[in-house]
C-alpha cells in the first residue's frame, strides 16, 4: 500500500483538486472543513481494485495492472463522481464507494460540531469514515459492518491513510452499544426501516441521517424512543443493509402508474405496505407529484410511520418493524 500511495501521490492530488472543483461547482463543499477532508485525503488509497459495469457483468480495474493505460484509467476512474462497486460476489454487487458529491451532501446535512462522536453503519472502502476523521478526528469515528472481510479492507485501507478509527464486524441494524452514546449516527446502506437500537445509543438532539425508500431520512432524536425529521430533497440509491434487519417489504416495481418517475418510485417505495398501487398513484396524481421533502418519519415508541407534510395528518403509512 505504501507503493502504491507514493506511485501516484501526484497524479492523485490532482485529480482530487479536479474533484473538489466539480463537486464545489454544482453548490456542495460550501463548508471549508469538509472542503479539506476531500481534498487532502486520498481516495484511490481506499479502492486499490474496483469493478466498472462490462458486456455481462463486471470489469475489474485495479491499481497494479502490468499495462500503464489501464493503470491510469483505474486512477481517473477512482476520482470520478460517481459510486464504485468495490465488492462483487456470484455477479451481485455487496460493497461499493459512495458518489463523492452524495457523501458531501450527506456529510453537510450532519452539522456535526468538533467533539461530536459519529457511529457509521456501512463501512464499506473506509473512505467515508476517513473524511469524518479528517473532520473530528479518528477517536471520535466508529464505522460498522457486517461482512469481516469487509470491515477488515476498510481498516487496512483507513490505516495505509494514517487512520485508526474504531473498526468493527458487527451487525449495523444493531449499532454499536460498547461505543455509544452517539451524537450523529449515518448509514450508507438502504434499509425498509430505522432500527429501534440506533435511538438508545444517541445522546438527546443527536441526528440520525440514513437512506430510505430512494431517499434520505434525517431524524432529530429527542430520547430513546422518539425521533421524528424529513427527507432531503436529493435521492439516494445504497446497497441494502444485511443482518437482523435485512428483510425489507415488497416494494419494487408498483408495475401501474409513471414507472419510470423517480419521485412516484421514492413514494411507492413509502406506502406499498399501506397503500395499493392505485391508491397510490391517486395520492400521487392528487398531491401533484410531490417532492421528497415533503414527506417525514416519526418514531415514538414502538412505531414508526412515514407521512406527507404532517406527522399527524390524513397521509400517514407504517414502516415495518425492526430489531
Known amino acids: 500500500m ?5 506511485e501516484f501521490a501526484e ?12 463537486v464545489a461547482a454544482d453548490g456542495v463543499l ?3 472543513a469538509w472542503r479539506a477532508a476531500f481534498a487532502e485525503v486520498p481516495r484511490h488509497l481506499f479502492v486499490p481494485y474496483y469493478y466498472v ?14 499495462e500503464p493505460g489501464r493503470r491510469d484509467r483505474w486512477l481517473r476512474g477512482a476520482y470520478e463522481d460517481t459510486a464504485i462497486a468495490t465488492r462483487v460476489r456470484d455477479g451481485d454487487l455487496v460493497s461499493s464507494a459512495s458518489q463523492p458529491s452524495l457523501m458531501a451532501l450527506m456529510l453537510d446535512a450532519l452539522e456535526v460540531r468538533d467533539g461530536d462522536d459519529v457511529l457509521e453503519i456501512g463501512a464499506g472502502s473506509g473512505y467515508h469514515a476517513a473524511l469524518l476523521c479528517h473532520r473530528l478526528g479518528e477517536e471520535h469515528v466508529t464505522t460498522v459492518d457486517l461482512d469481516e ?4 479492507s476498510a481498516r487496512t485501507h483507513l490505516a495505509a491513510c494514517g487512520y485508526r478509527p474504531a473498526v468493527l464486524a458487527a451487525d449495523g441494524a444493531r449499532g454499536c452499544p460498547r461505543r455509544a452514546p452517539y451524537d450523529r449516527i449515518v448509514a450508507t446502506c438502504a434499509m425498509p426501516s430505522v432500527p429501534y437500537a440506533w435511538l438508545a445509543q444517541c445522546r438527546p438532539g443527536a441526528l440520525i441521517l440514513a437512506p430510505l425508500s430512494t431517499g434520505l431520512i434525517l431524524l432529530r432524536v429527542r430520547d430513546a424512543a422518539h425521533a421524528e425529521g424529513r ?5 439516494a440509491y445504497f446497497v441494502a443493509l444485511r443482518g437482523a434487519a435485512a428483510q425489507p417489504p ?6 401501474y402508474g409513471p414507472a419510470g418517475d423517480e419521485r412516484f ?8 405496505g399501506g397503500l395499493d398501487r392505485r391508491e397510490a398513484l391517486s395520492l400521487w396524481l392528487r398531491e401533484r407529484r410531490p417532492e421528497r421533502e415533503r414527506f417525514g418519519v416519526t418514531v415514538s415508541g414502538d412505531r414508526q410511520w412515514a407521512w406527507l407534510d404532517d406527522p399527524g395528518g390524513p397521509y400517514a403509512w407504517p414502516l415495518p418493524g425492526t430489531v
Open 2 to 6: 505504501g507503493a502504491l500511495r507514493d
Open 250 to 255: 415488497e416494494r419494487g416495481n408498483p408495475g
Open 231 to 235: 427527507f432531503l430533497a436529493t435521492s
Open 149 to 152: 472481510e469487509i470491515a477488515e
Open 30 to 32: 460550501t463548508d471549508p
Open 265 to 272: 418510485l421514492f413514494l411507492w417505495g413509502l406506502v406499498a
Open 53 to 66: 459495469s462490462a458486456p455481462g457483468g463486471y470489469e475489474r480495474l485495479w491499481s497494479g495492472d502490468p
Open 11 to 22: 497524479a492523485g492530488a490532482r485529480e482530487r483538486r479536479a474533484l473538489v472543483r466539480e
